[in-house]
């Protein structure tokens, strides 16, 4: 099931951010995917509305980095007890957070995240050590305020993926033209 969602000022109706996903259910037992119960459907459904997605779909295919495409390194990622749900799994914003632990300092600095792509593909717990990696893959002309694409993996320190992404920055306002000249070479 696809869910959306719309953020506006309720003064002035302006859109300030858009975000669509895709949810699936999964089998508690077996933990692997299963199709929704009708009964299950039958309740949920009216919630639901049959519209087109209030963001365009980017069906670019996620890249899998590993140790030797990754430019950029944060090890030593650790859920806090408040980072759990219900179920005792990481809840999904925080791997939003330690996506962005491992992408460059200039990027963070000089741009702003304008749109991220996730795909989560396994859950991960309390007792989990994860590391981030980062690729910048799609860097404009950096003196001139080019957009900037980065690719992302965080994945156990064993090796097991748990979210692939991608987030695209664009350059801030002039105020801060005077710190662009450079993207740190490399992070451990």
Not at 41 to 67: C, Q, T, W
Not at 113 to 123: D, I
Not at 153 to 161: A, D, H, V
Not at 163 to 179: D, E, L, Y
Request: charged letters at 25%; aromatic letters at 6%; one cysteine or more.
């Amino acid at each position: 099931m696809r869910r959306d969602w719309l953020v506006s000022n309720s003064k002035t109706g302006e859109i300030l951010t858009r975000a669509s996903s895709v949810w699936v259910m999964m089998n508690k037992l077996t933990r692997r995917l299963s199709k929704i119960p009708e009964e299950v459907r039958g309740e949920i459904e009216p919630h639901f509305m049959n519209s087109d997605p209030v963001v365009a779909e980017d069906n670019r295919k996620l890249v899998k980095l590993d140790d030797s495409t990754a430019q950029y390194v944060r090890k030593g990622l650790t859920p806090r007890w408040s980072d759990l749900d219900v179920n005792q799994h990481v809840n999904n914003v925080k791997y939003v957070g330690w996506i962005l632990e491992s992408t460059p300092l200039g990027i963070v600095e000089s741009h702003e995240l304008c749109s991220m792509t996730l795909e989560y593909r396994r859950e991960c717990g309390r007792d989990s050590v994860l590391q981030s990696l980062t690729a910048v893959s799609g860097v404009g002309n950096l003196g001139n305020m080019g957009e900037i694409e980065c690719q992302h993996l965080l994945q156990l320190e064993e090796g097991s993926e748990i979210v692939r992404g991608r987030t695209q920055w664009r350059p801030k306002n002039a105020k801060s033209f005077g710190k662009m000249d450079q993207v740190p070479a490399q992070s451990a």
